[in-house]
């Protein structure tokens, strides 16, 4: 589908002012608009976030109870029984706690319920597994299915549908809840836990230095939830990957050289480097193996446990190689497809290849994606992967199937069922994304483009001056720009069949380099014609050399 790509618009009396104040690049302020943010203190804050910028604790609802809970708890010397949902957002709020409490007197027990189980009542299962032991619980990115709660209980999440009163001797925190009115609702789940260990820091006079070394692993756990990276998120994911890029723990930083993590660090190579190594384990039901990296302090340690997760690593893409070939073949034989939405079904796959199926098949074909293979307890697992603006969860709290079949967050949810399930939900999946899409179908053909810029103002000083919008992640998307009437100079060529390495000019700027992934296709016709471009940027090093890379997103040819 060719995309119409339209300028987000401004006020421009609300640049006028932000030029004036900050005395900052027109565009810059634009960008700054369009993201609402038309105050210049509110631009400082934005542009240069400091701790002061995080939230009161107190405004947090339940978050003052718990911090007092605990207290009560290390007071006591009562065990805390830690729970947390088996992804990365989840893992790393028990793993903070633990780094936190290492050098303590303070008792921990854990329980990490199987991402491939027979359901997702994760809830149900923790406190199936809690300990006889007088305890205090902490559960991490699951919430209550039903009414029934066991008593002395911390347990946090993020959901805006869902609503649970606190009770006596329970806390829920819930930031995500409307009726909270929390000024940061998009706060993951382990920046919840960050926050109870600053205050419970606060309140001992522990030193900040100890809780906020902890930030890179919190900003592992934003990034993998795929939360928005605004408000408090942007602030610990910054300073995170700061800490990440310029003073990691011995830990940290031997997982830096391990997965060639370049500084400084930004979101996508975090992602792409770093959390997914991390998820390597998790994959394969491992997580005893993620546990015994996060605590152990001698290198020998380290080494051994990384290079069985490198072996994690091979062994996988090694499936992947084998496997995305005969998934492309589903695809191209019409399995169960619809416009904007593919479920491909093959019991063969093992269930930790569904996720990373789905992502590429949403990636290359832009459509809602479900992998579905068997699972070893008979049922169906499954996994789907959504674009940004599809909130998954959503769509499966619109099916008709059993309790506890699903897990997820906004655009990637796993699930889980008997077989007998699995023409229905194929009926139902196509009915109501075949009905929400052909309401947003305009949407979906609209690239939104922030600013159009000529090539010779893209300087290395204008990216370092846009870095300061950085990190860049859902709801912070990185900027997307246009260029008008540019040139092919002769060294434009096909990358890896189907993608397109381009070498661009514009009157007499400097000579731009791009990589259009997927766009191939373009290539005989740049080469007779001017042409537009769109793109977001990146700085790359080439031959020891700072420079520029334009990741182009779509072409349009010039007509004459």
Request: hydrophobic share 40%.
């Given at each position: 589908?060719?995309?119409?790509?339209?300028?987000?618009?401004?006020?421009?009396?609300?640049?006028?002012?932000?030029?004036?104040?900050?005395?900052?690049?027109?565009?810059?302020?634009?960008?700054?608009?369009?993201?609402?943010?038309?105050?210049?203190?509110?631009?400082?804050?934005?542009?240069?976030?400091?701790?002061?910028?995080?939230?009161?604790?107190?405004?947090?609802?339940?978050?003052?109870?718990?911090?007092?809970?605990?207290?009560?708890?290390?007071?006591?010397?009562?065990?805390?029984?830690?729970?947390?949902?088996?992804?990365?957002?989840?893992?790393?709020?028990?793993?903070?706690?633990?780094?936190?409490?290492?050098?303590?007197?303070?008792?921990?027990?854990?329980?990490?319920?199987?991402?491939?189980?027979?359901?997702?009542?994760?809830?149900?299962?923790?406190?199936?597994?809690?300990?006889?032991?007088?305890?205090?619980?902490?559960?991490?990115?699951?919430?209550?299915?039903?009414?029934?709660?066991?008593?002395?209980?911390?347990?946090?999440?993020?959901?805006?549908?869902?609503?649970?009163?606190?009770?006596?001797?329970?806390?829920?925190?819930?930031?995500?809840?409307?009726?909270?009115?929390?000024?940061?609702?998009?706060?993951?789940?382990?920046?919840?836990?960050?926050?109870?260990?600053?205050?419970?820091?606060?309140?001992?006079?522990?030193?900040?230095?100890?809780?906020?070394?902890?930030?890179?692993?919190?900003?592992?756990?934003?990034?993998?939830?795929?939360?928005?990276?605004?408000?408090?998120?942007?602030?610990?994911?910054?300073?995170?990957?700061?800490?990440?890029?310029?003073?990691?723990?011995?830990?940290?930083?031997?997982?830096?050289?391990?997965?060639?993590?370049?500084?400084?660090?930004s979101c996508k190579s975090l992602r792409v480097k770093l959390i997914q190594f991390l998820n390597m384990p998790l994959l394969y039901s491992d997580c005893a193996l993620l546990d015994e990296l996060f605590m152990t302090t001698k290198v020998n340690k380290m080494e051994a446990t990384t290079e069985k997760m490198v072996a994690y690593r091979t062994q996988f893409f090694e499936e992947m190689r084998e496997t995305m070939p005969e998934a492309m073949r589903m695809y191209d034989r019409g399995s169960s497809i619809t416009r904007f939405g593919l479920i491909?079904?093959?019991?063969?796959?093992?269930?930790?290849?569904?996720?990373?199926?789905?992502?590429?098949?949403?990636?290359?074909?832009?459509?809602?994606?479900?992998?579905?293979?068997?699972?070893?307890?008979?049922?169906?697992?499954?996994?789907?992967?959504?674009?940004?603006?599809?909130?998954?969860?959503?769509?499966?709290?619109?099916?008709?199937?059993?309790?506890?079949?699903?897990?997820?967050?906004?655009?990637?949810?796993?699930?889980?069922?008997?077989?007998?399930?699995?023409?229905?939900?194929?009926?139902?999946?196509?009915?109501?994304?075949?009905?929400?899409?052909?309401?947003?179908?305009?949407?979906?053909?609209?690239?939104?483009?922030?600013?159009?810029?000529?090539?010779?103002?893209?300087?290395?000083?204008?990216?370092?001056?846009?870095?300061?919008?950085?990190?860049?992640?859902?709801?912070?998307?990185?900027?997307?720009?246009?260029?008008?009437?540019?040139?092919?100079?002769?060294?434009?060529?096909?990358?890896?069949?189907?993608?397109?390495?381009?070498?661009?000019?514009?009157?007499?700027?400097?000579?731009?380099?791009?990589?259009?992934?997927?766009?191939?296709?373009?290539?005989?016709?740049?080469?007779?014609?001017?042409?537009?471009?769109?793109?977001?940027?990146?700085?790359?090093?080439?031959?020891?050399?700072?420079?520029?890379?334009?990741?182009?997103?779509?072409?349009?040819?010039?007509?004459?």
């Amino acid at each position: 589908m060719s995309k119409k790509w339209l300028i987000h618009p401004v006020e421009n009396e609300d640049v006028d002012l932000l030029k004036k104040e900050l005395e900052l690049n027109p565009i810059l302020c634009q960008l700054l608009v369009q993201r609402g943010i038309t105050d210049p203190n509110d631009a400082k804050s934005f542009l240069a976030p400091t701790f002061e910028d995080l939230i009161d604790p107190d405004q947090l609802s339940g978050l003052t109870s718990a911090v007092a809970q605990i207290q009560s708890a290390v007071d006591n010397e009562k065990l805390l029984y830690i729970a947390c949902s088996p992804d990365l957002d989840g893992i790393l709020s028990l793993i903070i706690f633990k780094r936190f409490f290492a050098d303590s007197k303070v008792k921990i027990k854990q329980f990490i319920p199987h991402i491939f189980g027979p359901d997702f009542d994760f809830y149900g299962q923790a406190l199936a597994n809690a300990p006889e032991e007088d305890h205090l619980m902490i559960g991490f990115g699951f919430s209550p299915i039903g009414e029934e709660t066991a008593a002395n209980q911390i347990v946090c999440f993020n959901n805006a549908s869902i609503e649970i009163k606190n009770q006596e001797n329970v806390t829920f925190i819930n930031p995500g809840d409307v009726k909270n009115k929390y000024a940061s609702p998009e706060l993951s789940v382990v920046g919840v836990a960050y926050k109870m260990l600053a205050a419970y820091a606060k309140n001992n006079e522990i030193s900040e230095e100890k809780h906020q070394a902890l930030l890179p692993y919190v900003s592992m756990g934003i990034l993998d939830s795929n939360a928005k990276i605004t408000g408090e998120n942007r602030i610990l994911v910054h300073f995170g990957n700061k800490i990440l890029g310029e003073n990691p723990d011995e830990l940290l930083a031997h997982l830096v050289k391990t997965t060639r993590l370049e500084s400084p660090v930004s979101c996508k190579s975090l992602r792409v480097k770093l959390i997914q190594f991390l998820n390597m384990p998790l994959l394969y039901s491992d997580c005893a193996l993620l546990d015994e990296l996060f605590m152990t302090t001698k290198v020998n340690k380290m080494e051994a446990t990384t290079e069985k997760m490198v072996a994690y690593r091979t062994q996988f893409f090694e499936e992947m190689r084998e496997t995305m070939p005969e998934a492309m073949r589903m695809y191209d034989r019409g399995s169960s497809i619809t416009r904007f939405g593919l479920i491909i079904y093959n019991p063969k796959w093992a269930p930790y290849l569904a996720p990373r199926i789905a992502n590429n098949l949403m990636e290359k074909l832009n459509r809602v994606v479900m992998v579905v293979t068997n699972n070893q307890d008979g049922k169906v697992y499954g996994y789907g992967k959504s674009y940004s603006g599809y909130d998954l969860v959503k769509h499966f709290e619109n099916l008709d199937l059993i309790p506890n079949s699903f897990f997820g967050k906004e655009d990637q949810v796993s699930f889980s069922f008997s077989k007998q399930h699995l023409d229905p939900f194929r009926e139902q999946f196509t009915e109501l994304i075949q009905d929400h899409f052909n309401k947003e179908e305009n949407q979906l053909a609209e690239l939104c483009v922030n600013a159009p810029i000529d090539l010779k103002e893209l300087t290395l000083d204008f990216f370092h001056s846009l870095s300061q919008f950085a990190p860049f992640g859902p709801g912070n998307i990185s900027p997307i720009f246009q260029t008008d009437n540019v040139k092919d100079t002769g060294n434009s060529r096909l990358l890896g069949g189907d993608h397109l390495s381009m070498v661009v000019k514009q009157g007499r700027a400097p000579e731009q380099f791009g990589i259009g992934f997927g766009l191939g296709k373009f290539l005989p016709k740049i080469q007779k014609s001017k042409f537009d471009i769109c793109y977001t940027i990146e700085e790359q090093k080439v031959n020891g050399k700072q420079s520029l890379r334009l990741n182009v997103k779509g072409i349009k040819i010039r007509t004459k």
